[in-house]
Structure formats: C-alpha cells, structure tokens
T-cell receptor, first 113, second 114 residues
Framework: GAGVSQSPSNKVTEKGKDVELRCDPI?????LYWYRQSLGQGLEFLIY????????KSGLPSDRFSAERTGGSVSTLTIQRTQQEDSAVYLC???????????FGPGTRLTVT | AQSVTQLGSHVSVSEGALVLLRCNYS??????LFWYVQYPNQGLQLLLK??????LVKGINGFEAEFKKSETSFHLTKPSAHMSDAAEYFC????????????FGKGTMLLVSP
C-alpha cells in the first residue's frame, strides 16, 4: 500500500515568509508525528497527534511553529516568519497508535535564504 | 527523561568487514530501543526494535543488536558489510507505553569502501 507522503519535497523561501508543509499519513494510522532533522543535530521531535486527543506540542521550538491535523488524516506544519535557523529537513511519520513502529515519509527540505 | 548517545558521527569499514555502530541510552524506566536507517534523500526505515523480549534482536538486511542493561547499550552489528549498507543510522529510545515519541541519537554515517 501507499506509504507516508510529504509535499513539497523541497521548499526555498525568503526569511520572514510563512511556509506550509504537508503530510499524508498511511491510511488508517491514528498517530502522526513531526520531526525536524538539522545538520549535525539528529532528529528532533516537534509535535504528535493521536486520534482526537489534544496534540502533544512539547517539542515545538517557538510559537512561530504550529500544526494541525484535519479529519484525523492529513497534517499541515506551518512555520511563520521563517528564520535561517529553520532550515532543515522536516520529517513526518505515522503509526497505528499503540504500535511503536513509526513509518516515515521522505521529508521536506526547507531552505530559508 | 531519556537520551541516546551514538559514539562516532562517521564509521568507515571495508566491504566484508564487521560493522559495529555504538548506541548508549539513558532512561529512568525500562526502555524500548530502535535502530533506523536513512538512505540518501529518503525517510527513515526501521531496522529492528527491542521491546523487552529477547535481548538479542535480529532485524532486516542481516543486522542485529543486543540489549545490555548493565552497560545501558544497544549496539548494532552486521558480520559482513555490503556497499549497499552505506547510509546514516539512528538509534532511538522510547519509554512511554501509551504513545511513542522517539528520542533519537545524532546519527552515525556508515561509509563502506570496496
């Protein structure tokens, strides 16, 4: 079946602009995660959605970052007033909820100039 | 809180040689441990996971890892490296049984030379 998809695959934006990154999880997966992968920093957890519960936003680095998940499926990560330090690969993953196996998408490479 | 330390940002081996990628964790409760692999321009793929069953875990592509509680380690090994094993490898830990946000190490790039 189809895996996790993310769009766009690459995004170049100017400092100060807003960007939206999209994630389509595997059909039926109730849990959805966003991570940020920065050079030399590994993967950093950002936010987690599980079913209809309130999301776990504990990893969001600032209030410029927000995410929503509509209809329990597609998720959008929004970064407002982008800064150069936001440049990274943003990875989305989904899982069956209580299962520990997370399936990752290919990521969106964000470059802020 | 939990954390993961991967020793060595880069590891180089020759084709056919033993692969050993080191991972040490810190956790206040029994951990769940994972190894992921990331090929260039791709997402992460689960290699193997430890979830409190057998301490020696076998994964895909001939990789295995051993959970050693006394050493707080979960090192990844493969007896004989292939060129196709060249990738970045991430160790991760999770301690919450209700949901699983993973804490990742910084990754180790495996380089395989002919």
């Amino acid at each position: 079946g189809a895996g996790v998809s993310q769009s766009p695959s690459n995004k170049v934006t100017e400092k100060g602009k807003d960007v939206e990154l999209r994630c389509d999880p595997i059909s039926g997966h109730t849990a959805l995660y966003w991570y940020r992968q920065s050079l030399g920093q590994g993967l950093e957890f950002l936010i987690y959605f599980q079913g209809n519960s309130a999301p776990d936003k504990s990893g969001l680095p600032s209030d410029r970052f927000s995410a929503e998940r509509t209809g329990g499926s597609v998720s959008t990560l929004t970064i407002q007033r982008t800064q150069q330090e936001d440049s990274a690969v943003y990875l989305c993953a989904s899982s069956e909820g209580t299962s520990y196996e997370q399936y990752f998408g290919p990521g969106t490479r964000l470059t802020v100039t | 809180a939990q954390s993961v330390t991967q020793l060595g940002s880069h590891v180089s081996v020759s084709e056919g040689a033993l692969v050993l990628l080191r991972c040490n964790y810190s956790s206040s409760v029994p951990p769940y441990l994972f190894w992921y692999v990331q090929y260039p321009n791709q997402g992460l793929q689960l290699l193997l996971k430890y979830t409190s069953a057998a301490t020696l875990v076998k994964g895909i592509n001939g990789f295995e890892a051993e959970f050693k509680k006394s050493e707080t380690s979960f090192h990844l090994t493969k007896p004989s490296a292939h060129m196709s094993d060249a990738a970045e490898y991430f160790c991760a830990v999770s301690v919450d049984s209700g949901y699983s946000t993973l804490t990742f190490g910084k990754g180790t790039m495996l380089l395989v030379s002919p």
